[in-house]
């Protein structure tokens, strides 16, 4: 059986609009793990590795709800709760692995796919670094399957930057990774778009040989992730961006949607 599992090696571009321009580029990498191939690629990497330390490894407890319980169950209850049945497809996540046991991702994408390869739907796990972890549940609509083309909005329901308030919607523009990964999301409060977030990668085969390239390329990237936030947090408090109010967080962990919400920037 062919691999589909792969390496990822890319960057991410945040620009702010409002009330001051700010804009960041960063180079990264991400593991896309087929979630019925992690134990045999744990059998077959030396460099990587599933809930045990290696130089880069997986865990299942920096995903979903965080118990360390198997991530496909989850998600399979997340579609269920959407009206969706994958029928025993594939679940897919795209994802930064942990780097020498640390990681923090701010966001990590399950693409859900029917067995016959359709691209279902979506599940966008956010966390923030207050170590809140929300996941919007989005189904792909049908006319947009084959091509696995991603065109989604969802409101948002996570505190995730002291410099933005929660009246704000998210735009999901894409494709289903191929030999390239692409995805945009646009945030909009009410004077239109206030940042725009993009994700950009080619593929690469998932060996030992291309792990050590990427991880020798970006050293610690998973804590540079983390420094830079706050980096780009003080420049923007320095440029005079004002701080909002952090609200109670919302009373579930998920945001489910049964149709895939329309947005005009999304078509």
Partial sequence: MTQVSALYRGGVMHRRLRP?????????FWLLLDLAEIDGLDRRLRLFSRNRFNLLSFHDRDHGDGSGTALRPQIEDFLMRAGIDIGGGP?????????????FNPI????????????????????????????????????????GLIRQGAAKALYVSPFM???MDYVFRGHAPGQRLDLTIDG???EGVLITAAMSG?????????????????PLMTLKVMVAIHWEALKLWLKGVRLTRQPPPARESVTIQRRARESRLAR
């Avoid at 996540?93 to 780097?99: D, E, K, N, Q, S």
């Fill in 20 to 28: 001051r321009a700010h804009q960041l580029n960063y180079r990264v």
């Fill in 108 to 147: 990590s994408l399950y693409y859900c796919h029917q067995a016959d390869g359709r691209l279902a739907a979506m599940v966008y796990e956010v966390t923030s670094t207050f170590g809140v972890r929300h996941a919007y549940v989005i189904p792909v609509p049908s006319e947009d399957q084959a091509a």
């Fill in 91 to 103: 679940i897919r996540l795209l994802t930064m692995p942990r780097v020498l046991g640390y990681v």
């Fill in 202 to 218: 080619e593929r690469r085969p998932l060996q030992d040989r291309q792990l050590w390239a990427a991880a020798l390329a970006l």
């Fill in 188 to 190: 909009l409060d009410a």
């Fill in 165 to 167: 308030g929660m009246e």
